[in-house]
């Protein structure tokens, strides 16, 4: 039996979690900032990395007490040290660094994509009693994935072996919920909000524009978000207008207040299913194209339960995704990622560095 303590702290969430043989989640801790950055629209990163100081200890400890093991029962701890905020990233690795300095054990530094796409390999924690665990995932695969940051697609052909098929030329899909969810006057994060209230409205109220990027399998939402811009200003502009007209009608007691107007519901819905038509679409080519054995969802967006059921309706491959609760970010995944490149021999010096913007390790071609 191999155990990982996995530790995550690349954005706005502090994670421990231990990994038994790269697949049964022993225990898993997540601190999540969200509350603390709702206040700011979006995550401040020097207030991150203070959080992070505050919470890393706790949560690892909470981690190992939960899994029922202590330091020394670890054969190696997994840590991600990019892509993300160097500021939140330094938390972590440092924390790694010392405890593996302190108690001699193995350091393996972990892309933190890496981790969103081994979410696949872990066992739900929430299996029917009775019922089979899923196999591993079989090569080569598909892998979409779509967090605050990143939308790319990868070919995989073994583990830690990736090709870049597609990305995106602008704003990230998470980014482009998180931006589109502003615009709407919902809170933050945008994903989960514009979710919700799309359950409500019509995905055909608005032609929104979809960027097919034609021959490529590249993806661009900043056109989209700006259509949306559009549409509100358009609402925005009707209810000025219609204050000045009351205004001059009613003279005295006006207050200059302008009074939203804008269909949040049908608007939410009809972006969420713009960005989910051409996810799907891109990613059902490429898998054709490849003739892949399955496609796995990775990341923050893959918590849309629209990506999701459209992703399972439309390809004709068997697509997996994580249960929601590991789709964000959270030290299971790194502590998955972390033991196949354990596994594997990799092992991180002292000057493991954080790299803010750390590419997935692809191949050329
Ligand atoms: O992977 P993640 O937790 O952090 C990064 O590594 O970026 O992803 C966070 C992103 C945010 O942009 C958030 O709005 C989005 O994932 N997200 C969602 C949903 N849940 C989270 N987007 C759409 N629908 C959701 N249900
Ligand atoms: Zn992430």
């Known amino acids: 039996m191999t155990l990982v303590l996995g530790i995550e702290s690349s954005c706005d969430e502090t994670g421990a979690a231990v990994i038994e043989d790269g697949r049964h989640i022993r225990s898993n801790v997540v601190a999540t900032q969200i509350d603390l950055h709702r206040q700011y629209g979006g995550v401040f990163p020097e207030m991150a990395s203070r959080q992070h100081m505050l919470t890393i200890t706790p949560v690892i400890e909470q981690g190992l007490s939960d899994a029922g093991v202590g330091y020394d029962d670890l054969d190696a701890i997994a840590v991600t040290h990019g892509p993300g905020l160097a500021g939140s990233l330094l938390v972590g690795v440092n924390a790694a660094k010392a405890i593996a300095f302190a108690r001699d054990i193995p350091l393996v530094g972990v892309n933190h994509l890496e981790g969103h796409i081994y979410a696949n390999w872990l066992i739900p924690t929430n299996l029917e009693p009775g019922k089979e665990p899923p196999a591993e995932p079989e090569f080569p695969l598909l892998t979409l994935i779509v967090s605050g940051g990143h939308t790319e697609l990868v070919l995989v052909t073994d583990h830690g072996t990736y090709r870049l098929l597609g990305r995106t030329i602008d704003d990230a899909a ?192």
């Open 174 to 365: 998470g980014e482009a919920f998180d931006k589109v969810g502003r615009l709407l006057g919902l809170e933050y994060p945008g994903g989960p909000a514009i979710e919700r209230s799309a359950r409500v409205g019509n995905p055909e109220a608005f032609e929104l524009p979809r960027a097919w990027m034609k021959d490529t399998y590249d993806f661009s939402f900043s056109g989209l978000k700006t259509a949306v811009l559009r549409v509100v200003q358009e609402f925005d502009q009707k209810a000025r207008q219609t204050s000045l007209v009351q205004r001059n009608r009613l003279v005295s007691t006006q207050t200059t207040t302008i009074v939203r107007d804008v269909p949040v519901a049908n608007l939410a819905a009809s972006f969420q299913t713009a960005v989910v038509d051409v996810l799907v679409e891109k990613t059902r080519l490429a898998a054709t194209e490849h003739n892949v054995k399955m496609v796995l969802l990775a990341g923050g967006v893959a918590a849309n339960t629209h990506l999701r059921e459209e992703m399972m309706r439309r390809l004709d491959v068997p697509v997996r995704v994580p249960p929601v609760a590991l789709c964000t970010d959270n030290g299971a995944i790194i502590g998955a990622a972390g033991h196949y490149r354990y596994m594997a021999g990799e092992r991180a010096g002292w000057d493991l560095d954080v790299i803010a913007n750390l590419p997935l390790p692809v191949m050329d071609g």
